[in-house]
Structure formats: C-alpha cells, structure tokens
C-alpha cells in the first residue's frame, strides 16, 4: 500500500511524520491516515510532494516492484539514496570514482 511505502521510506530517512508534513507542505493528518491506509488515493500532487521530500520516483511510492525481481535489501536501498543524492548535488559517477582510487592510494602509501 502507498501508505506503507510513504512511512518505509520515511523512517529509513529518519524524517518524523511532523517533518515530512512540513517539508511537503501538507496536512500532517493526511499524512498520517495515509500512513495508517485511512486514506487510500492520495493525489498525483500530494505524492509529488511527499516523493521531492523523501528524494524517491513517485513510482516508488505507487509501486512495489522489485527491480528485475529481487527484493532490495536495505543497503541496496541505501545505495540507491547515495547514488541519487550524489547525482542531483552535481557529482558523477566519475567523481566518486576518482575519490576512492585517490583514498586507496593515500591508504597505501600510509600503511608502507
């Protein structure tokens, strides 16, 4: 249920309920029944809210599909977080590839 997945994502952000609500500009009722599926049909506008907040593809919210069928585990999840987080702030692929050869160089030469 949406509800499910809006407090799943929620709680592994750390993001309390009052929060959440404020960030998204939305009724932190609402919110609140939707998280208890009182409510169960939220709009495409509330959901695009709360998805910008949580920093997740409204799919997600509307869906639980797991990708190529597996279930993600939660440091998949966290993966997933950090890559989208470090896309949107301007840093590639690249960068973060760059940063851990420079780190594992820097280890090497401190270890010998």
């Given at each position: 249920m949406i509800g499910n997945r809006i407090q799943h994502y929620r709680k592994q952000k750390r993001i309390s309920l009052t929060e959440l609500a404020n960030r998204a500009g939305v009724a932190k009722s609402y919110l609140s029944s939707m998280e208890r599926n009182i409510q169960k049909n939220p709009s495409i506008e509330f959901l695009h809210k709360i998805a910008a907040v949580l920093n997740v593809e409204?799919?997600?919210?509307?869906?639980?599909?797991?990708?190529?069928?597996?279930?993600?585990?939660?440091?998949?999840?966290?993966?997933?977080?950090?890559?989208?987080?470090?896309?949107?702030?301007?840093?590639s692929i690249h960068d973060v590839r760059h940063y851990v050869e420079k780190c594992k160089l820097i280890e090497q030469t401190t270890e010998g």
């Open positions: 409204v799919e997600a919210l509307i869906h639980d599909v797991p990708l190529y069928g597996y279930q993600l585990s939660s440091n998949d999840l966290e993966w997933l977080q950090f890559a989208r987080e470090a896309s949107s702030a301007g840093i």
